[in-house]
């Protein structure tokens, strides 16, 4: 009987990657479930997929880049380019059928641009599209300098349409909970899931694909002695993975209803950890697209429990991201350290066979305290610092990140304020409008009560000089502005200086708002009345 | 054979490994020789140097720290991602150590008592600099760790630090960007003695590693473990020792990046310093010819890559190209490096000298 199971295991030894992910999925969520009992909502299951559809695509795509043993860091760069080609485009009336033929065009060539460097020219993938991550992030802003907004009605209906599951519809509507639904792009995003592992499964390019990678690059080498078409594999699958951003790109546009140059920035990063996490190895030839929705699905499981928490900051997920990714390479190490210690087992003697076994158990224990540890702690560790208060807690209901109130300061600026600083969001989700005066007068609005301040004329004028100085009316400075966040303050300061008048906009906890905006606010910050009741 | 003399140096000249960067070097100082007004002014204040191309050489300090300790490790025939995430760990241990009152505070009432009072430090500068280094070694030494002792592929491995990183640092700082206004802390970064200070910096830690890998054998070493890590170890060199060593180096290296960028800035901000830095120091590094599959390394030009780098963004800003569309730019450089150095370009090139030279 443990002869078969044994004998289970090793046929199956390539697996054991997918199904510890799987495994840990299913864990986590029934841990969260338990933990928190609005989790157990379904619709929180599929908002896990609604908002990380795009995600998905690209990490079909970087699934088969991976397994040639090649790497695309093009991912972002190709998105936001998507995102704000597309919204220009819709901007200038072009029918929005065309256009998303367009950006799929686009990211085609663009991939296999990429490829041809790679194939042909022998350059390093990494190194390939890294150039073509700067080249397509520095289009964006030939296109536009600031954000887009996209105002379209196929647009406005694939990202409203509510789709809603056969069985589960029902099974809602007897128990009269809400009813559960999906979206139009987490229904795409699923094809393509399933056409990757068709792809790569069941096709002879699939098979390719898997003979290439692996084994610091002799695989290719006997995969060519073989007489595979190596070459037109490898174009293909950036070909692919161009078209999968596309597509993604798109995705995202619709998600945000916008189109910006700074969008799904380090998003690469994202989906090649999730690649990781789905069981496939970085050196390629080993792994399955059927893991890349499982590490997708982790990666947004992992900002979920964070929001459920609520009192773990957001830089939590990245902490999270990184250790399940060493977690799961150890894992990976494992299995491709069995298979050596196996083959040495073979050639050795009873002794230190015997030896070899020790060690490798005594190593196999060890890794699964660490899991065991990890889990726990991963379960524990947010329930402990939620008594503790660790961190900022987000008492309230998390708050949308609030509009910025133009003609609040506009009004102030026709009133001969010659500074006006906006604070909104946060935690207990304020609000709140300083004016500076050239006089020295300062009103603070915070919408339940008025402050007044008198700072001298000279302070107002030092404060100025510094704003200017900071490069206020350059390049330098400029907006940064993406998806609202609960836990996050937007910024909003508004100078006016001999007739110049500029808004700069960032928002806190997240975003790459220039240094010298966030210095400009610290100047700002420093001069303005206090709020009785703030914080 | 015959005609030594001339050729033959200029042959040796154009194959040596630094000559391709500074070619290009010269190149971009050229057209902006000519197409940029007073490019190459330099203007003395108070008995310091000032112009463009100090500006370049300034800049460029942060990427040239990091491309020295990016050379080692590229030429064990690894690679280290987390430079940038390193940089972040380390402005944020030195500003939460100078200025911890902002910790969990989110507007500090007491912000204009010290703000700029620039002899306000929790603790001293040498125990800043100590710690934050000791904690950007910590940080190669993990992945140092992992890449030679659990055998975990260095992209792969560094990619952890470089993901977790930058979550540790706003962790450390609470997610706020502290502002410095330690002026000795900042005279790192923004010091001028006669010369920008970071020079200096970079000068004494370029003569330092110089002088370790060429005067001692471990340069050798390094190279022999990039070129064959089985064939070393078994000619007894101890190459996980090696491996250790240039990660841990290069997280030295970038604790130092770290140091004179949040300096120069004078905040630490988790989350923008030393973004995608890692890749400007890997470019500079293969702009210095040194082979991303390990092995042979030459240290200035990895230093020459840099200011490549740098010039080609200075010149840029100097022309008006709003700093967003530079990406673009650069990735077109890029473009232009992987063709210099693709093998169809490489036959070509030979076939153009070898007609001219001798025949093949």
Same mark, same amino acid.
């Given at each position: 009987?443990?002869?078969?199971?044994?004998?289970?295991?090793?046929?199956?030894?390539?697996?054991?990657?997918?199904?510890?992910?799987?495994?840990?999925?299913?864990? @986590?969520?029934?841990?969260?479930?338990?933990? &928190?009992?609005?989790?157990?909502?379904?619709?929180?299951?599929?908002?896990? %997929?609604?908002?990380?559809?795009?995600?998905?695509?690209?990490?079909?795509?970087?699934?088969?880049?991976?397994?040639?043993?090649?790497?695309?860091?093009?991912?972002?760069?190709?998105?936001?380019?998507?995102?704000?080609?597309?919204?220009?485009?819709?901007?200038?009336?072009?029918?929005?059928?065309?256009?998303?033929?367009?950006?799929? #065009?686009?990211?085609?060539?663009?991939?296999?641009?990429?490829?041809? %460097?790679?194939? &042909? #020219?022998?350059?390093?993938?990494?190194? @390939?599209?890294?150039?073509?991550?700067?080249?397509?992030?520095?289009?964006?802003?030939?296109?536009?300098?600031?954000?887009?907004?996209?105002?379209?009605?196929?647009?406005?209906?694939?990202?409203?349409?509510?789709?809603?599951?056969?069985?589960?519809?029902?099974?809602?509507?007897?128990?009269?909970?809400?009813?559960?639904?999906?979206?139009?792009?987490?229904?795409?995003?699923?094809?393509?899931?399933?056409?990757?592992?068709?792809?790569?499964?069941?096709?002879?390019?699939?098979?390719?694909?898997?003979?290439?990678?692996?084994?610091?690059?002799?695989?290719?080498?006997?995969?060519?002695?073989?007489?595979?078409?190596?070459?037109?594999?490898?174009?293909?699958?950036?070909?692919?993975?161009?078209?999968?951003?596309?597509?993604?790109?798109?995705?995202?546009?619709?998600?945000?209803?916008?189109?910006?140059?700074?969008?799904?920035?380090?998003?690469?990063?994202?989906?090649?950890?999730?690649?990781?996490?789905?069981?496939?190895?970085?050196?390629?030839?080993?792994?399955? /697209?059927?893991?890349?929705?499982?590490?997708?699905?982790?990666?947004?499981?992992?900002?979920?429990?964070?929001?459920?928490?609520?009192?773990?900051?957001?830089?939590?997920?990245?902490?999270?991201?990184?250790?399940?990714?060493?977690?799961?390479?150890?894992?990976?190490?494992?299995?491709?350290?069995?298979?050596?210690?196996?083959?040495?087992?073979?050639?050795?003697?009873?002794?230190?066979?015997?030896?070899?076994?020790?060690?490798?158990?005594?190593?196999?224990?060890?890794?699964?305290?660490?899991?065991?540890?990890?889990?726990?702690?991963?379960?524990?560790?947010?329930?402990?610092?939620?008594?503790?208060?660790?961190?900022?807690?987000?008492?309230?209901?998390?708050?949308?990140?609030?509009?910025?109130?133009?003609?609040?300061?506009?009004?102030?600026?026709?009133?001969?304020?010659?500074?006006?600083?906006?604070?909104?969001?946060?935690?207990?989700?304020?609000?709140?409008?300083?004016?500076?005066?050239?006089?020295?007068?300062?009103?603070?609005?915070?919408?339940?009560?008025?402050?007044?301040?008198?700072?001298?004329?000279?302070? /107002?004028?030092?404060?100025?000089?510094?704003?200017?100085?900071?490069?206020?009316?350059?390049?330098?400075?400029?907006?940064?502005?993406?998806?609202?966040?609960?836990?996050?303050?937007?910024? &909003?300061?508004?100078?006016?200086?001999?007739?110049?008048?500029?808004?700069?906009?960032?928002?806190?906890?997240?975003?790459?708002?220039?240094? #010298?905006?966030?210095?400009?606010?610290?100047?700002?910050? @420093?001069?303005?009345?206090?709020?009785?009741?703030?914080? | 054979?015959?005609?030594?003399?001339?050729?033959?140096?200029?042959?040796?000249?154009?194959?040596?490994?630094?000559?391709?960067?500074?070619?290009?070097?010269?190149?971009?100082?050229? +057209?902006?020789?000519?197409?940029?007004?007073?490019?190459?002014?330099?203007?003395?204040?108070?008995?310091?140097?000032?112009?463009?191309?100090?500006?370049?050489?300034? *800049?460029?300090?942060?990427?040239?720290?990091?491309?020295?300790?990016?050379?080692?490790?590229?030429?064990?025939?690894?690679?280290? $991602?987390?430079?940038?995430?390193?940089?972040?760990? =380390?402005?944020?241990?030195?500003?939460?150590?100078?200025?911890?009152?902002?910790?969990?505070?989110?507007?500090?009432? *007491? $912000?204009? =008592? +010290?703000? *700029?009072?620039? *002899?306000?430090?929790?603790?001293?500068?040498?125990?800043?600099?100590?710690?934050?280094?000791?904690?950007?070694?910590?940080?190669?030494?993990?992945?140092?760790?992992?890449?030679?002792?659990?055998?975990?592929?260095?992209?792969?491995?560094?990619?952890?630090?470089?993901? =977790?990183?930058?979550?540790?640092?706003?962790?450390?700082?609470?997610?706020?960007?502290?502002?410095? +206004?330690?002026?000795?802390?900042?005279?790192?970064?923004?010091?001028?003695?006669?010369?920008?200070?970071?020079?200096?910096?970079?000068?004494?830690?370029?003569?330092?590693?110089?002088?370790?890998?060429?005067?001692?054998?471990?340069?050798?070493?390094?190279?022999?473990?990039?070129?064959?890590?089985?064939?070393?170890?078994?000619?007894?060199?101890?190459?996980?020792?090696?491996?250790?060593?240039?990660?841990?180096?290069?997280?030295?290296?970038?604790?130092?990046?770290?140091?004179?960028?949040?300096?120069?800035?004078?905040?630490?901000?988790?989350?923008?310093?030393?973004?995608?830095?890692?890749?400007?120091?890997?470019?500079?590094?293969?702009?210095?010819?040194?082979?991303?599959?390990?092995?042979?390394?030459?240290?200035?030009?990895?230093?020459?890559?840099?200011?490549?780098?740098?010039?080609?963004?200075?010149?840029?800003?100097?022309?008006?190209?709003?700093?967003?569309?530079?990406?673009?730019?650069?990735?077109?450089?890029?473009?232009?490096?992987?063709?210099?150095?693709?093998?169809?370009?490489?036959?070509?090139?030979?076939?153009?000298?070898?007609?001219?030279?001798?025949?093949?």
């Amino acid at each position: 009987m443990s002869n078969r199971i044994k004998s289970f295991i090793n046929k199956n030894r390539q697996y054991i990657p997918l199904s510890a992910t799987a495994l840990l999925a299913v864990v @986590a969520y029934t841990a969260g479930a338990i933990l &928190y009992p609005g989790m157990r909502n379904p619709q929180v299951f599929l908002n896990i %997929f609604r908002n990380n559809s795009y995600l998905l695509i690209s990490a079909v795509g970087m699934t088969l880049v991976v397994l040639t043993g090649g790497i695309d860091l093009s991912v972002s760069g190709v998105i936001a380019l998507t995102t704000v080609a597309t919204a220009a485009l819709l901007r200038g009336g072009m029918n929005p059928w065309l256009v998303i033929l367009l950006m799929l #065009l686009m990211g085609v060539a663009l991939g296999a641009t990429m490829g041809v %460097f790679i194939v &042909y #020219l022998k350059a390093q993938p990494w190194i @390939a599209t890294l150039a073509g991550m700067w080249f397509a992030r520095g289009m964006c802003f030939f296109i536009s300098d600031d954000a887009i907004a996209i105002k379209n009605r196929l647009f406005d209906i694939i990202s409203r349409v509510r789709i809603l599951i056969p069985g589960v519809t029902e099974l809602s509507a007897a128990r009269g909970s809400s009813i559960p639904y999906i979206s139009i792009p987490v229904v795409v995003s699923f094809l393509v899931y399933f056409a990757g592992i068709f792809v790569s499964r069941y096709t002879r390019f699939g098979r390719t694909i898997y003979a290439i990678g692996g084994n610091e690059g002799r695989n290719e080498q006997s995969a060519l002695l073989m007489g595979l078409p190596v070459n037109r594999t490898k174009l293909l699958v950036y070909t692919i993975n161009g078209f999968c951003s596309a597509l993604a790109g798109i995705f995202y546009s619709i998600f945000v209803t916008s189109g910006h140059g700074l969008y799904a920035d380090g998003l690469e990063m994202d989906v090649i950890a999730s690649v990781v996490i789905g069981g496939t190895m970085l050196t390629g030839g080993s792994g399955s /697209v059927i893991g890349a929705l499982f590490g997708i699905f982790i990666n947004g499981l992992t900002q979920t429990l964070i929001q459920f928490n609520g009192s773990l900051s957001s830089w939590w997920t990245k902490i999270v991201i990184g250790l399940l990714t060493l977690l799961f390479i150890g894992v990976q190490s494992l299995v491709a350290r069995g298979k050596s210690w196996r083959a040495r087992v073979e050639m050795m003697g009873e002794e230190e066979a015997k030896h070899y076994r020790r060690k490798r158990w005594l190593t196999r224990a060890g890794v699964v305290a660490g899991v065991v540890i990890l889990s726990l702690s991963a379960i524990f560790l947010p329930k402990l610092t939620n008594q503790e208060g660790f961190g900022q807690v987000t008492q309230s209901s998390r708050c949308v990140l609030q509009a910025y109130r133009r003609e609040k300061v506009d009004e102030y600026v026709a009133d001969g304020a010659i500074i006006v600083y906006e604070r909104n969001g946060g935690s207990s989700c304020i609000d709140e409008i300083y004016a500076i005066y050239p006089d020295g007068l300062i009103i603070g609005d915070n919408g339940n009560e008025i402050v007044e301040k008198q700072v001298t004329v000279a302070e /107002v004028d030092l404060l100025m000089a510094g704003i200017v100085d900071y490069g206020w009316f350059t390049d330098e400075l400029y907006d940064t502005w993406h998806i609202p966040c609960g836990q996050c303050y937007g910024y &909003y300061l508004t100078v006016v200086k001999d007739g110049h008048e500029k808004t700069v906009k960032g928002v806190d906890g997240g975003t790459d708002a220039p240094v #010298l905006f966030w210095q400009s606010l610290s100047l700002v910050k @420093a001069i303005v009345p206090q709020f009785d009741t703030s914080g | 054979m015959k005609k030594k003399s001339m050729s033959e140096t200029f042959r040796r000249l154009t194959e040596s490994r630094i000559f391709l960067p500074i070619l290009a070097l010269l190149i971009i100082l050229l +057209f902006d020789a000519i197409f940029i007004p007073e490019f190459f002014k330099i203007q003395v204040r108070g008995g310091d140097l000032y112009g463009r191309v100090i500006d370049i050489m300034r *800049n460029a300090s942060t990427v040239m720290v990091l491309a020295i300790g990016m050379t080692l490790v590229i030429a064990t025939g690894g690679i280290d $991602l987390s430079v940038g995430a390193v940089m972040a760990i =380390a402005s944020s241990v030195a500003a939460i150590m100078m200025n911890p009152t902002i910790i969990g505070v989110e507007l500090p009432p *007491n $912000l204009l =008592a +010290f703000i *700029n009072d620039p *002899n306000f430090t929790y603790s001293p500068l040498w125990e800043v600099i100590l710690v934050t280094l000791a904690v950007s070694i910590v940080c190669g030494l993990w992945n140092g760790l992992l890449v030679a002792y659990m055998d975990i592929q260095a992209m792969v491995a560094t990619l952890i630090l470089m993901i =977790a990183g930058r979550g540790i640092a706003q962790l450390i700082t609470n997610g706020v960007r502290i502002q410095i +206004f330690y002026e000795p802390y900042s005279f790192i970064g923004q010091g001028w003695i006669l010369l920008p200070f970071s020079l200096y910096i970079v000068a004494i830690l370029f003569l330092i590693t110089w002088l370790i890998t060429r005067k001692t054998a471990i340069g050798m070493f390094i190279e022999s473990v990039g070129i064959n890590p089985k064939a070393s170890h078994y000619s007894g060199i101890k190459e996980k020792r090696i491996k250790l060593l240039a990660y841990t180096f290069c997280g030295f290296c970038a604790g130092l990046a770290g140091l004179i960028a949040s300096s120069n800035i004078k905040t630490s901000d988790a989350f923008n310093i030393g973004k995608t830095i890692e890749l400007d120091a890997i470019l500079a590094v293969v702009i210095g010819g040194t082979s991303m599959s390990g092995g042979r390394f030459s240290l200035p030009a990895s230093l020459i890559g840099a200011l490549v780098i740098q010039a080609i963004t200075t010149t840029m800003y100097a022309l008006g190209v709003p700093a967003f569309a530079l990406q673009a730019i650069k990735g077109l450089v890029v473009v232009f490096v992987i063709l210099l150095y693709s093998e169809p370009v490489r036959v070509l090139l030979n076939k153009v000298t070898s007609e001219k030279g001798r025949p093949l």
